[in-house]
Structures are given as C-alpha cells and as structure tokens.
C-alpha cells in the first residue's frame, strides 16, 4: 500500500524560501523514481522536479535555476528546496513517483495525497 505525505507548504514572500519534504511508504526510493508536481488554481497538475533512483535531477523549465530536488532513501523521503519564489510558484505541491516519462505527466505509482499548500505573496 503507498502513501505519499506531504508536509512543507506556508505562505512565503516573493523571493523568499521554502522547503518542502515528502514521505513515502510502499516505495522504495533506491528503486523508483520520485518527483514533485503542482498544481495551481484553475490549472492541471504540472512537473515540478524529479529524480531518477540514481540520484539523477530533472527539474521544469520554470523552476530550473530556483528549485533543487533531493532525497534521502534511508529515511524514504524526498526534499524540494525552493528558492527566490514568485507568486507563479504559488501552487499546492504534491510528490508521486512516475510511471514511464519522468519529465511530463503521465502515470504514477501510488495515488495523489493531500498535498502541501505553497502561497507566494507580493
């Protein structure tokens, strides 16, 4: 059975940071990949971030530069450190680990938590 939760999120400035962290049971982090989508208001869910079991970091156009993906695979968790955000980026973020394509949407491993709530203010 996998559950993924979510935890991380509050309201932040513009520019400001944020980290968020993710818990996953029923996979296997040195095995799966993992990454982070959001989804904003009015808008489907989107790629954020992924990285592959080796350790390997993909990251959105959008974020590339701001945001960086880690994990922890002892303690099956996975990290999205945020930073110089914009009120763009304000989102509830979620983690999955994906089926297949790593850099777009598509099918996922377990089902979508609750999330964490982003909001960038100016």
């Known amino acids: 059975q996998v559950q993924l939760v979510e935890s991380g999120g509050g309201s932040v400035q513009v520019g400001g940071s944020r980290r968020l962290s993710c818990v996953a049971s029923?996979?296997?982090?040195?095995?799966?990949?993992m990454g982070w989508y959001r989804r904003a208001p009015g808008q489907e869910r989107e790629f954020v971030a992924v990285i592959t079991a080796e350790g390997r970091a993909y990251l959105a156009d959008s974020v590339t530069g701001r945001f960086t993906i880690s994990k922890d695979n002892a303690k099956n968790e996975i990290y999205l450190e945020m930073n110089s955000l914009k009120p763009e980026d304000t989102a509830t973020y979620y983690c999955?680990?994906?089926?297949?394509?790593?850099?777009?949407?598509?099918?996922?491993?377990?089902?979508w938590g609750q999330g964490t709530q982003v909001t960038v203010s100016s």
């Open positions: 029923g996979i296997t982090l040195s095995e799966r990949a």
């Open positions: 999955n680990a994906p089926i297949g394509a790593l850099k777009r949407m598509g099918s996922f491993v377990g089902p």
